[in-house]
């Protein structure tokens, strides 16, 4: 017969609201628990090998123990499942070790090449709380779900939204009363390209380069936008070329004309491509020109080259988001906004300038 909280309580002559305390330790409450009370109830428990139903201490702790992740892009298409693989692996190791499952949200409809999650069947309350994952996330749908307090963390950084001076109704639901970051701060993990940016960027100059230059839009996502930062702290007046819809070759020519003998490139498959344009040109790569990937590829890139650069802590942010976001559903106290260090890649494709 299986044992329920009642025979515990008889067992160990305390009143079932005792045990309940005990058993999920609420910090507050149990605290008035004399310390024999609380021994007598746990060796009870210990020689009858009471185990709490999952289901009733969940019902108790109003939570589902299931986390939402929710994706703006498609992250399963060969273009990018590369790249965003990494992130899944650590949100799901993670949640495995915590005893949580995880519910990814198809069903958000796509309105200009990107979902929302705000629709007509939105189903984020059927989590305790979500991960949200996406190079783009609109500044319209963070500021809404902060202000709505629900329990959320981005996987990467993001810019704290304008929230209005108007109240949000309160939420029917326990986990989303629980401050999501409030009063404007967007919980996220992210990666610190402004520090490994300037950082590669100082070292250019230490090999000697000084003409150089930034290729990437340098805005619209903020880690675009961080990148650029970073570069600007070290060179100042460094070129930056926005690539836009021109071919990759248009922006070679402008760098040549230009003098640049050192490019930083957003993304590693640009990188890539900009420097095959190089040597169709003749150039010597890094000798003409030297070639910095600011990050992993977003799309498969035929060269195994060997680029200088930084690795994303990709696995790692997925990691620590869904620990964070344990510890604002749980009321643990946690830095809302991380950032994690970069991995610098030595590489071969940066150094000194042909003739120093």
Do not use: W
Not at 111 to 131: I, P, Q
Not at 235 to 249: C, I, S
Not at 282 to 304: E, Q, Y
């Amino acid at each position: 017969m299986r044992l329920t909280q009642r025979d515990i309580a008889r067992l160990a002559r305390v009143s079932q609201t005792t045990v309940s305390l005990v058993l999920n330790n609420r910090t507050e409450a149990s605290a008035r628990i004399p310390a024999e009370t609380r021994d007598r109830v746990l060796k009870v428990i210990r020689e009858t090998g009471y185990v709490a139903d999952p289901l009733a201490r969940r019902l108790l702790q109003q939570r589902n123990q299931i986390l939402g992740v929710f994706t703006y892009e498609s992250v399963f298409p060969s273009a990018s499942a590369d790249f965003y693989h990494p992130f899944l692996s650590g949100i799901e190791e993670s949640a495995e070790e915590r005893g949580l499952d995880l519910l990814l949200f198809t069903s958000a409809p796509v309105t200009d090449g990107r979902r929302r999650v705000f629709h007509a069947n939105n189903r984020l309350r059927l989590a305790d709380g979500s991960l949200l994952l996406g190079r783009h996330i609109p500044t319209e749908e963070l500021t809404r779900l902060v202000a709505e307090k629900y329990p959320f963390v981005s996987v990467g950084r993001r810019d704290n939204p304008e929230l209005e001076s108007a109240t949000p109704a309160p939420s029917s639901s326990a986990p989303a009363a629980r401050a999501a970051g409030g009063g404007g701060v967007v919980p996220y993990v992210g990666a610190d390209y402004v520090s490994a940016t300037a950082t590669l960027t100082e070292r250019a100059f230490e090999l000697g380069h000084q003409r150089v230059a930034f290729v990437g839009p340098g805005e619209g996502a903020e880690s675009s936008a961080d990148r650029l930062r970073g570069f600007r702290q070290i060179a100042a007046r460094g070129l930056h070329l926005p690539p836009g819809e021109r071919p990759l070759a248009d922006v070679l020519e402008e760098l040549l004309s230009k003098n640049v003998t050192a490019v930083f490139v957003e993304d590693l498959a640009d990188a890539d491509a900009l420097a095959d344009a190089a040597r169709q040109r003749g150039l010597s790569v890094p000798g003409d020109l030297s070639v910095v990937a600011l990050g992993d590829a977003s799309r498969p890139i035929p060269s195994d080259a060997d680029y200088s650069g930084f690795h994303i802590p990709r696995k790692e942010m997925g990691r620590q988001a869904v620990g964070l976001l344990e510890s604002i559903l749980s009321g643990e106290p946690a830095d809302p906004q991380q950032l994690l260090p970069c991995q610098l890649v030595e590489g071969s494709t940066l150094a000194a300038p042909r003739g120093l």
